[in-house]
């Protein structure tokens, strides 16, 4: 009953303000949304993972768009010189299966690390670079991240650039594996401001076929207040407060009738 029950007011959310889909949904189809603030930390990305040797991290708390920058990362690269990998640590935390991973990610049938190997080397040679793009990095254990700073800093032709997506507790951990040499560069996630919240609103409703009048100015700020411009709380405030909104209006026309 308690699924029924939410899969019903999920209907009447959709037909109330005539939705072509929730538009704060947590995972959107087509949706992208990438603000002028952050494409400098793409661009800073692209560049460190050319002229470093360095793992690069890219911190924030959950919700805070690390997945847009990761996809907004490979979207970027040039798809004829770089080859990308990704994948969660949370389904391949151990150094096995980081290695399996990889294997599966350039097309080698062995996840020997001198097969791997063998292969980065291939690939450089033909002027192709390689991108391991890791999710919820703070699920790597130690040993797997050793392994990744490794590859990172190989030397010669062949060695991947390593970019690790986490929350920022990951980078104590990080510190101490690194034992005191420059081995990773962290960039940290700012939060969306004012406007540019009001921005990624209007544009999650417009791919929903309604527009940023369904909220007052007030609830405009509130959504920024609550949510702190961290995108995974901007939806489940906006979305709260639209689901209030509904069911005021509902009781004022039953109230009426």
């Known amino acids: 009953m308690k699924f029924m029950s939410s899969l019903h007011v999920e209907e009447v959310f959709l037909g109330h303000y005539q939705f072509s889909h929730d538009p704060f949904a947590a995972r959107t189809p087509g949706f992208k949304f990438f603000p002028a603030r952050r494409k400098p930390v793409l661009g800073q990305l692209h560049h460190l993972a050319r002229y470093s040797q360095l793992v690069l991290v890219v911190t924030g708390p959950e919700g805070s768009g690390k997945t847009l920058l990761r996809q907004a990362l490979v979207a970027s ?11 969660s640590a949370r389904s391949a935390g151990e150094p096995p299966k980081v290695l399996a991973q990889i294997a599966q990610g350039l097309g080698v049938q062995s996840a020997d690390l001198a097969a791997l190997k063998a292969k980065m080397m291939q690939l450089a040679i033909t002027g192709q670079e390689i991108y391991l793009l890791v999710d919820d990095a703070d699920q790597l254990s130690d040993a797997a991240i050793e392994l990744l700073m490794a590859l990172a800093a190989a030397e010669g032709d062949g060695r991947p650039h390593v970019f690790l997506f986490a929350q920022k507790e990951l980078l104590p951990r990080l510190q101490l594996l690194a034992g005191g040499e ?4 962290a960039i940290e996630l700012e939060p969306y401001d004012e406007q540019e919240t009001r ?4 544009q999650r409703l417009e791919a929903a076929g309604q527009g940023i009048e369904l909220f007052s100015e007030d609830q405009l700020e509130e959504i920024q207040e609550r949510s702190l411009g961290w995108p995974g709380q901007i939806n489940r405030v906006a979305r709260e407060l639209l689901i209030d909104n509904m069911l005021a209006e509902r009781s004022a026309q039953k109230g009426a009738g």
């Open 77 to 87: 690269a040039n798809k004829q010189t770089v080859s990308a990998v990704v994948f």
């Open 182 to 185: 420059e081995r990773f560069h």
């Open 199 to 202: 921005d990624y609103v209007a």
